[in-house]
């Protein structure tokens, strides 16, 4: 064979083969639904939070921030905590440096603000907002799962208005043991 009939058929096999790896690795719009956050904006995650009296979950994230990828992928992907999530509360993501303006109790801000509102100080930060609107946390930093998880359960469940955090996941890290 010759140099050019190898190279045109390298050609016309590499986007083949890499159509058919595509269709292969993909899952069913099911399991896609299933195995995904229903992310909102923020004015629209405010106002759902409200109407299903959920707490809101902020993820307050830049496009350019490792960190923000890794709690995507590794805690938001991981499946107790998504299921979690799913039925006690409404996720909204907002990148600060988008120029998007937003309405928030009878007023408007940019993103930037936004951050600033919420004591942003790093990327990701969580915020972690009642049915009512009113700010009950931020994290500024990646959590592991395991502690998102029990974060999730203290707000969602408001044990924070029983007893103090450290007491509420000692609880639960004895009881996830037994």
Request: positive net charge; contains cysteine.
């Amino acid at each position: 064979m010759n140099r050019k009939t190898l190279l045109l058929a390298l050609c016309l096999l590499i986007p083949l083969l890499a159509f058919s790896f595509r269709v292969s690795s993909s899952v069913s719009k099911d399991e896609q639904a299933d195995s995904e956050i229903a992310w909102k904006d923020f004015e629209e995650g405010v106002a759902l939070s409200a109407k299903e009296k959920k707490m809101l979950v902020i993820d307050i994230y830049t496009d350019w921030c490792h960190w923000c990828k890794v709690m995507d992928k590794d805690t938001y992907g991981n499946k107790d905590v998504r299921e979690y999530m799913q039925k006690h509360a409404i996720f909204a993501k907002l990148n600060p440096e988008k120029p998007q303006k937003y309405k928030f109790k009878g007023a408007e801000y940019s993103g930037e603000e936004l951050s600033r509102l919420f004591g942003v100080t790093g990327f990701p930060t969580t915020a972690f907002m009642s049915a009512k609107g009113e700010l009950l946390t931020t994290i500024s930093s990646f959590i592991p799962p395991e502690k998102f998880r029990i974060i999730l359960e203290y707000l969602a469940e408001n044990w924070y208005e029983k007893m103090k955090f450290d007491e509420f996941e000692k609880k639960q890290t004895k009881r996830n043991k037994n």
